[in-house]
Nanobody
Framework: QVLLTESGGGSVQAGGSLRLSCTASRSIFGLNAVGWYRQAPGKQRELVAQTRISGRLNYADSVKGRFTISRDNAKNTVFLQMNDLKPEDTAVYYC?????????WGQGTQVTVSG
């Protein structure tokens, strides 16, 4: 079992920045993958950014060059730095972890970009 707690969402104008945090209830060092998904109203949930145990980083094409995923293993925390935000980035952002054969989700945090 992995509990994920997100924070850092909010409202910002286009061109602004936000940083999301996701803290896990166990060491993230042994997780197969940890990352961020988002879901906008009326749309399917989509991968935003992910870091895998191999070291590979995956980003959605729409956020490359603007978003950066990073991790602090000592604090069991993964971050998503979001710069140059656009109205189309508006969504609920979910932290996701893959551990053994299971997948875990946080409760989600709202990001709203106006302008």
């Amino acid at each position: 079992q992995v509990l994920l707690t997100e924070s850092g969402g909010g409202s910002v104008q286009a061109g602004g920045s936000l940083r999301l945090s996701c803290t896990a209830s166990r060491s993230i060092f042994g997780l197969n993958a940890v990352g961020w998904y988002r879901q906008a109203p009326g749309k399917q949930r989509e991968l935003v950014a992910q870091t895998r145990i191999s070291g590979r980083l995956n980003y959605a094409d729409s956020v490359k060059g603007r978003f950066t995923i990073s991790r602090d293993n000592a604090k069991n925390t993964v971050f998503l730095q979001m710069n140059d935000l656009k109205p189309e980035d508006t969504a609920v952002y979910y932290c996701n972890a893959e551990f053994l054969q299971d997948e875990y989700w946080g409760q989600g945090t709202q990001v709203t970009v106006s302008g």
